[in-house]
């Protein structure tokens, strides 16, 4: 009978073995493994829906994650580390020893961590159109993921978007290719990059894979948009959506996550000729594609055939959640499909060496376990400041009329929902899975960004609803709730009684209005805007609110540009023949 190394002699040959290639190690483990083994790397579990902590030993579970709002019960810095470790512990107590991997959707910023730096999303950074700036968000956000022992973010998304009614909007850079391409890369550089002050890596996981953002209206759910189905033939496939992707490969993206849309009436989830024939065979792709949460669900069929049907077609590892189907029902049925030869031992053995490789790669194997030196990194001032000049170069001025910069000796009137209101301002995928409002983490508001920056001889006054006092200048700041994915499918863009009703007040009262728009997407502006003296798209700033203030002030001379289209009826998206403003349009001061 062939004999067993224990995890202790497997590490020990490595390192007795220092030349020895990842490639064998991986051979080597492979190897020792027994099929139940390979069926808990091949599954990911939200920690929150673990029966039992022994389960990670007991079924050698490869992954853990946490999803939006899945944060240990007290937030607190030390706490993720502590939960880390913990879990971790467990893995390296199993028979051979096999680290977990843990992801987290740290999608702008490490957003699940209360205290952390909550950056621009996506839209925010397309409208920098600079890739050092993406580089360096991008940097900051894996060097606080490092910090708490996690080592694989869920980022970037490389949609292109192009319906705005689409509720991930925000999460795509631009709704043209190429740009989404330039940055998609920066920021696959940006995670993946060896960081100074504390060695330990972090892996990105380009998303989702594909035609996410390309869905036709009405086929998504509730008949709308997200996860319906996009109707793009391979060729055009190939000269739109695939270069961005086959960018983030050559830049050595080491997971890419599959999309719950249909290309064609397919699911990705289930697609062969995606999964395996175009993105592993011809794109050259050697990471490991892992599902969303719970995506294989939504294939045809029942959970069993769906398991097949997914594995076969090049699933790796599946977020089983443990919230839709139970993960020990997944693993049963997977270990079921791999006896009865449904699924061949060659594609088990194939998504495995993908996952051990992708977890030696990121220094796993040497280094599971997190201290506690790296947490001054989150929130760090330095981190910070890379906000504040991502926010600064994101906010697109629209129209200017003398209102802006704003000149000396005014008294400026800060109104509106959006004004003092954390929460608004970061957007979804902050602290909770759809955000939320007010002060749910740490950060400046845009008032007090205001406040605290006014040059002397300006006063800043906050008067909600600009029906109170009177100044030279309002600055009315409006816009959407947060909303997270399907949840922010909307059939009408257009802007709240609420909000136009404050623009209303301070007009009334004869002062230069200045609006400020918080938006993860274009909206209907057009039947307004001739009211406002000026208008500028702040878009999803994050927890550096002061950075929209260099602006207004004329600190910051601005230099945001549209990466989407504004038409009329924002509801016609990115390609609507009538445009409000074009692609690339903003104004600067000079």
């Known amino acids: 009978m062939k004999k067993i190394l224990s995890s202790l002699t497997i590490l020990a040959l490595f390192s007795c073995q220092p030349d020895i290639s990842i490639d064998q190690k991986?051979?080597?483990?492979?190897?020792?493994?027994?099929?139940?083994?390979?069926?808990?790397?091949?599954?990911?579990?939200?920690?929150?829906?673990?029966?039992?902590?022994?389960?990670?030993?007991?079924?050698?579970?490869?992954?853990?994650?946490?999803?939006?709002?899945?944060h240990p019960e007290e937030n607190t810095h030390k706490a993720w580390?502590?939960?880390?470790?913990?879990?971790?512990?467990?893995?390296?107590?199993?028979?051979?020893?096999?680290?977990?991997?843990?992801?987290?959707?740290?999608?702008?910023?490490?957003?699940?961590?209360?205290?952390?730096?909550?950056?621009?999303?996506?839209?925010?950074?397309?409208?920098?159109?600079?890739?050092?700036?993406?580089?360096?968000v991008s940097e900051a956000t894996a060097s606080e993921v490092a910090a708490t022992g996690i080592n694989w973010t869920f980022a970037p998304c490389i949609a292109t978007p192009q319906d705005y009614r689409w509720g991930r909007t925000y999460e795509g850079f631009s709704s043209d290719p190429k740009l989404v391409l330039e940055l998609g890369v920066a920021a696959v550089e940006g995670y993946q990059s060896s960081i100074k002050k504390n060695p330990r890596k972090v892996i990105a996981c380009a998303k989702h894979f594909i035609g996410d953002g390309n869905t036709t209206f009405g086929t998504g759910l509730n008949n709308l948009v997200d996860r319906g189905n996009t109707k793009l033939t391979k060729e055009t496939l190939k000269e739109t959506l695939i270069p961005a992707y086959q960018a983030a490969v050559d830049a050595g993206v080491e997971t890419v996550m599959a999309s719950y849309n249909s290309w064609n009436g397919v699911k990705c989830h289930g697609s062969k000729e995606l999964l395996t024939d175009i993105l592993k065979d011809e794109m050259g792709f050697e990471g490991f594609v892992i599902s969303d949460w719970a995506g294989i669900d939504e294939i045809p069929g029942?959970?069993?055939?769906?398991?097949?049907?997914?594995v076969n077609a090049g699933m790796d590892m599946v977020m089983v959640s443990g919230e839709?189907?139970?993960?020990?029902?997944?693993?049963?049925?997977l270990t079921e499909a791999i006896e009865e030869e449904l699924i061949p031992m060659s594609r088990i053995d194939d998504a495995v060496s993908r996952i051990l490789k992708v977890k030696f790669r990121a220094g796993l194997f040497e280094n599971p376990l997190m201290d506690y030196d790296y947490l001054?990194?989150?929130?760090?001032?330095?981190?910070?400041?890379?906000?504040?000049?991502?926010?600064?170069?994101?906010?697109?001025?629209?129209?200017?009329?003398?209102?802006?910069?704003?000149?000396?000796?005014?008294?400026?009137?800060?109104?509106?929902?959006?004004?003092?209101n954390l929460g608004m301002q970061c957007g979804g995928w902050t602290i909770e899975w759809q955000g939320g409002q007010g002060d749910i983490t740490e950060g400046t508001t845009l008032l007090e960004g205001l406040i605290e920056n006014a040059p002397e001889g300006i006063e800043v006054v906050s008067d909600p609803l600009a029906n109170s006092v009177k100044g030279d200048i309002a600055i009315v700041v409006i816009g959407e709730d947060p909303y997270?994915?399907?949840?922010?499918?909307?059939?009408?863009?257009?802007?709240?009684?609420?909000?136009?009703?404050?623009?209303e007040n301070a007009k009334a009262q004869g002062m230069k209005v200045v609006v400020l728009l918080i938006s993860g997407r274009p909206m209907n502006i057009a039947p307004h805007i001739q009211n406002w003296d000026a208008f500028a798209a702040i878009w999803l700033p994050g927890s550096e609110g002061a950075g929209v203030s260099d602006v207004l002030f004329g600190n910051f001379n601005p230099t945001g540009r549209l990466s989407f289209p504004w038409p009329v009826k924002a509801e016609e998206g990115a390609k609507?023949?009538?445009?409000?403003?074009?692609?690339?349009?903003?104004?600067?001061?000079?």
């Open 26 to 70: 991986v051979d080597d483990i492979i190897k020792q493994m027994t099929i139940a083994e390979k069926v808990g790397q091949m599954t990911q579990i939200d920690h929150r829906f673990l029966d039992d902590h022994a389960d990670i030993k007991d079924y050698a579970i490869g992954s853990l994650l946490s999803g939006g709002g899945s």
């Open 576 to 590: 609507s023949e009538s445009l409000l403003y074009n692609l690339g349009a903003g104004l600067s001061y000079e």
């Open 376 to 420: 001054t990194e989150i929130g760090s001032d330095e981190n910070r400041e890379i906000g504040r000049d991502a926010v600064r170069q994101s906010v697109v001025l629209l129209k200017n009329e003398s209102a802006l910069p704003i000149s000396k000796a005014a008294r400026v009137i800060v109104a509106g929902r959006g004004a003092d």
């Open 302 to 310: 029942d959970y069993k055939s769906d398991i097949v049907t997914s």
């Open 81 to 136: 580390v502590d939960l880390y470790n913990g879990y971790q512990e467990k893995a390296l107590a199993s028979r051979l020893g096999i680290p977990l991997i843990y992801g987290i959707d740290a999608v702008h910023g490490h957003n699940n961590v209360k205290g952390a730096t909550i950056f621009p999303h996506n839209i925010g950074l397309g409208a920098t159109g600079n890739p050092e700036i993406v580089r360096s």
């Open 324 to 333: 839709a189907e139970p993960y020990k029902k997944f693993m049963a049925l």
């Open 484 to 503: 997270t994915e399907f949840f922010g499918d909307r059939d009408s863009l257009n802007i709240d009684e609420e909000d136009l009703q404050v623009i």
